[in-house]
């Protein structure tokens, strides 16, 4: 039988006066440019015959997505969120006899050239019974804001380190720990801002298309914050 390793010691959780530690907390906040905007198209259907309903429904969501993608490489993607054929019951008389169906169509197109956006939100909205949501202005997941603000608060922590010891008379001796609190946030989508909401509910004259619109892109917020803990040479105190 082997004897008994000794058990290492444990780190002092406050140091000890041979190895004062020092914690500290470092932070950026950086304003950027967005990257790519995000539209919300729904494209909708009415008529009293369900196939007739369903028929003017495909032709206007296939106008839709035929538009957005003449845009070429300025769209980095396109998808369809949803599709609803729903009947509307009559309100009199016996029975459930249905006076009119209702057609809807929801899609999301993702822009990374902001002059197009403001033209194909425009052209988007003349066509007929379709509305345009958005844009919602968002940094990618793998923006190098990130990465700079992530750095930059690490440079922070250090320097405020160094200020402490330089206080004290000393100097550092080591990192113990640094601790990424994940607090890098690019408000991407939901709380960022919104362009007004527009409905075209006939289709316009081909002389009389609308002026592309001018939109101005939200600044983005990125935050980063990390702990980082310090061993420092003892400082003489008096």
Known sequence: MNPPTPEEPRPVPYGTPEAPRIAVRGEAHLEVDPEIARIAITVTARGKDRRSTLDDLTRRNAAALDLVK?????????????????????????????????????????????????????????????????????????????????????????????EYAE???????????????????????????????????GAAAEDAEAPPLDLEPQKQHVHAQVDARFTMAPPRLQ
């Open 70 to 162: 003449s845009y070429g490489q300025a769209v980095e993607r396109l998808e369809t969120g949803h599709l609803t054929i729903t009947p509307e019951l009559g309100q009199r008389g016996r029975g459930e006899r249905i006076r009119t169906h209702h057609g809807q169509v929801g899609i999301t197109a993702e822009l990374s050239d902001f002059t197009a956006l403001g033209e194909l939100t425009t052209r988007l909205a003349d066509l007929e019974l379709t509305r345009v949501d958005g844009p919602w202005w968002a940094l990618r997941t793998d923006s190098p804001a990130h990465r700079d603000a992530r750095q930059q608060a690490v440079r922070e922590a250090v320097q405020r380190a160094h």
């Open 167 to 201: 206080a004290l008379g000393t100097s550092l001796t080591a990192l113990l720990e640094l601790a990424d609190l994940g607090a890098e946030n690019a408000e991407p989508y939901p709380r960022a801002a919104r362009m007004r909401s527009m409905a075209a509910y």
